[in-house]
Each structure stands twice: as C-alpha cells, then as structure tokens.
C-alpha cells in the first residue's frame, strides 16, 4: 500500500515538471523579445530538437518508412498547426502582451477544442462543456479588459492577447487532428518528421524576413527552447498520462497560468491584479467544469 501511494506521488510530479517548463516557455518567450525576432527563434527551436533527435530517430523513420510513407501529408498538416502556426503566433504575441496574459490564454486549449471538434468531429458539447465555456470565457474577458472594456481600445497588449487567442486556437485544431486521425506511427517517429516538417517551414519565413544571430542574451533561450519544452515536456507528459490516465493528467495543465504568473511576477516584473486573480478562478472552473462528461 505504501508503495503504491509513492508510485502515484512520484507519477504526480512528471505533470508538474511539464507544466513548469512549459510556463518557464512562456516567461523566456516574454524575456528574448528585445533580443530575437519570432521568426528566428521559432526556426532555431524545431532546428535544435531536429538537431539533437536525428542520430537517435533517423534510423527508427527508415525502418517504419513503409508505415509512415502514406500519413505523410497528415503529419505535415500536424506540424503547420501544432508547430509553426501556434508556436509562431506565440513568440509573436510576446512582443505586445504579457507572459501572464499568455499563461492565463493557453489555459484555455481544453475549451477552444470542444468548439473545434463540433466542426472537425460533429461532436457536440454536453451541457457542462456550453456552461463551463461561458464560464471560462467570462474569465478571459476579465483578465483582457482588466474590468472594462474600455483598454479593449486603449491597451496595446490587445493585439498580443488576439494573437494569442488565435494561436491556442491552431493548437486546438492540432489536438483534434491528431484524435481524428490516430495515426499508427511510434509517437517519436510522428514528432520528428512533425519537427522536420516545421524545420522546413520555416525556410520561406526566414529568407524573407532575415534569421537573427545566436548570441550571448538569446543563446541559451534559444538552447533552452530547443531541448526542454520541444522534448523533455512532451517525453514527461506522455508518462504521466500513462501512469495517470489523459483526464487526470490534462487537469494539470490548469497550473500553466499560475506557474507563468509566479514567474513573470519575480523575474519580469509582471504585475499581478485583482482581474487576473478573479479572471484565471472563474476561467479555471470553468474549463475544469467543460471537461466534465454527462
């Protein structure tokens, strides 16, 4: 009995450490704006993981190439939506809002979802999922107006908390696409042709718009990017979800809004008002509340 109890304590701590690194993403995104342009530290990202990944999986891509050959076309919408499309608009709205404004957005992945699959799925959500969504988005409203919708006009940060808001979407539309399809692929092998496909994606953007220098105030961002959040988070999230279960695990991910503030608050000096308390509350029961089944 004792020992089961550590085995779920321990298995308690693999969604932490992901959500926490995910939340650090989001802060260090915040913190290299001066430093790097969106673009290039987009490509830099997928280029490091791409990087460290080839010797281990290359060999792994040829021997399932049979097996992967005919999910190509599918792995490379994947890639558009999960890595370039969410990713990018992320490290863009991080020139106009904050990183607390972005931990609290990305918080709402789990309700854009329901709205994608009615679309994607035709699954229609149960009365908790219409509830909880009002809810929640009450909540975003709250943390964007900061209690009046007057700074919708006034506030620059409008522009990034948008971006933001249609990136969680493209990263919505990635989750409902990997459950319609299912692809029998290893899971490592799926994420790195996705990542090889984002690597070559980039390739438009940044003989347009230039690639910044790796220097000393973005080199370890851009190092950071590449390994922890593009492989360590994910290799940890999916063993939580396998020693806790998807539904259980997914709850964690509530943390990311007050991870990031805490972050942002003692390291960019981000200020923390009443309307982020009293928004990330009512927009955290609420996706909790749409998550919820008949």
């Given at each position: 009995m004792v020992s089961g109890n550590k085995n779920i304590?321990?298995?308690i701590i693999l969604p932490l450490i992901a959500v926490f690194i995910w939340s650090l993403n989001i802060a260090i995104t915040r913190y290299v704006t001066e430093f790097i342009s969106p673009a290039s530290i987009s490509f830099y990202r997928w280029?490091?993981?791409?990087?460290?990944l080839t010797p281990f999986l290359l060999p792994r891509v040829w021997k399932h190439r049979n097996l992967v050959k005919p999910h190509l076309g599918q792995l490379a919408v994947l890639?558009?939506?999960?890595?370039v499309l969410y990713q990018g608009l992320s490290y863009s709205a991080a020139h106009y809002t904050s990183a607390t404004n972005m931990g609290i957005i990305n918080a709402f992945i789990p309700v854009f979802t329901i709205f994608v699959s009615i679309f994607i799925l035709k699954e229609w959500p149960n009365r908790f999922a219409v509830l909880g969504s009002i809810?929640?988005?009450s909540g975003l409203l709250l943390v964007i107006?900061?209690?009046s919708f007057l700074n919708l006009l006034q506030s620059a940060n409008f522009?990034?908390?948008g971006l933001m808001i249609i990136a969680v979407f493209f990263y919505a539309f990635y989750g409902?696409?990997?459950?319609k399809w299912q692809l029998q692929i290893p899971l490592f092998v799926s994420l790195y042709i996705q990542i090889s496909f984002a690597v070559l994606y980039h390739i438009p953007f940044i003989l347009w718009l230039g690639l910044d220098p790796i220097t000393a105030e973005n080199g370890w961002s851009v190092l950071y990017a590449g390994i922890f959040p593009s492989l360590i988070a994910p290799l940890v999230w999916m063993l939580a979800i396998q020693n806790l279960g998807p539904n259980r695990t997914s709850i964690f991910m509530n943390l990311t809004p007050i991870f990031t503030a805490i972050l942002a608050y003692f390291w960019l000096g981000e200020y923390w008002t009443i309307f982020h308390t009293l928004g990330t509350i009512i927009a955290i029961i609420g996706v909790m509340l749409a998550q919820k089944k008949n």
């Open positions: 304590h321990i298995a280029f490091v993981a791409f990087i460290v890639a558009a939506f999960g890595m809810i929640s988005f107006t900061q209690g522009i990034g908390d409902v696409f990997l459950r």
